[in-house]
């Protein structure tokens, strides 16, 4: 059993839409990271969160504890948005590195 | 700072050969780890460190060997390569276990 689901696995949008990116857990979490991986590249850190919500340009991020449930929203999607974007928890109590990811949301932005 | 310095970038290698992955951090970080990175799957831990001298299996260790002797050091090393192995792996660092996660650049490994 996954303890950490993404949804959707593939997203295909228009240049200028806004873009929402879920993740859902299972189980008690002390940290959630939102990741993104170009084409090809490597992997960037977008956001850690443990609480509330962030935000970085067009790029937002909220998480709800009891729900057990995080989004990363895009706000008027670019094409050099088109990435995949990683969930990434750290579970209460999961040991030293204690991170378990998402499979990842493979976005598309088309112009 | 030059971050997280990942080396090589590709490697084809032949069953049962050996080599190494070299992984680099100049930003003082205590936590580094090694991930794996395979079609369909999220990122897998392979092995994992808290600082110099402590080192830990991760979910998939088989096949794999590390130390820490510097805070800044953490090699793979791939002891006979098999083909299931071929992979794109990635070392990671961050200062302290709830922060903010630094990549290198990935290794993209062939075993033949």
């Known amino acids: 059993k996954n303890e950490v689901e993404q949804s959707p696995q593939n997203l295909t949008a228009q240049e200028g839409e806004f873009i929402t990116i879920n993740c859902s857990y299972s189980?008690?979490?002390?940290?959630l990271h939102w990741l993104q991986q170009h084409p090809g590249g490597g992997i960037v850190s977008l956001f850690m969160?443990?609480?509330g919500k962030k935000k970085h340009g067009r790029l937002i991020a909220t998480i709800n504890i009891q729900e057990k449930h995080s989004s990363l929203h895009i706000t008027a999607s670019h094409p050099r948005d088109s990435a995949v974007y990683i969930c990434?928890?750290?579970?209460?109590?999961?040991?030293?590195?204690?991170?378990?990811f998402g499979k990842g949301t493979h976005l598309i932005i088309q112009p | 700072n030059a971050g997280v310095t990942q080396t090589p970038k590709f490697q084809v290698l032949k069953t049962g050969q050996s080599m190494t992955l070299q992984c680099a951090q100049d930003?003082?970080?205590?936590?580094m780890s090694w991930y794996r990175q395979d079609p369909g799957m999220g990122l897998r831990l392979i092995h994992y460190?808290?600082?110099?001298?402590?080192?830990d299996q991760g979910e998939v260790p088989n096949g794999y060997n590390v130390s820490r002797s510097t805070t800044e050091d953490f090699p793979l090393r791939l002891l006979s390569a098999a083909p299931s192995q071929t992979s794109v792996y990635f070392c990671?660092?961050?200062?302290?276990?709830?922060?903010?996660?630094?990549f290198g650049s990935g290794t993209q490994l062939s075993v033949l």
């Open positions: 990671a660092s961050r200062l302290d276990s709830n922060e903010k996660l630094f």
């Open positions: 189980v008690g979490i002390s940290a």
């Open positions: 969160l443990s609480s």
């Open positions: 990434a928890v750290r579970l209460t109590g999961g040991g030293a590195d204690g991170l378990t």
């Open positions: 930003m003082n970080h205590e936590y």
């Open positions: 460190s808290v600082g110099a001298g402590i080192t």
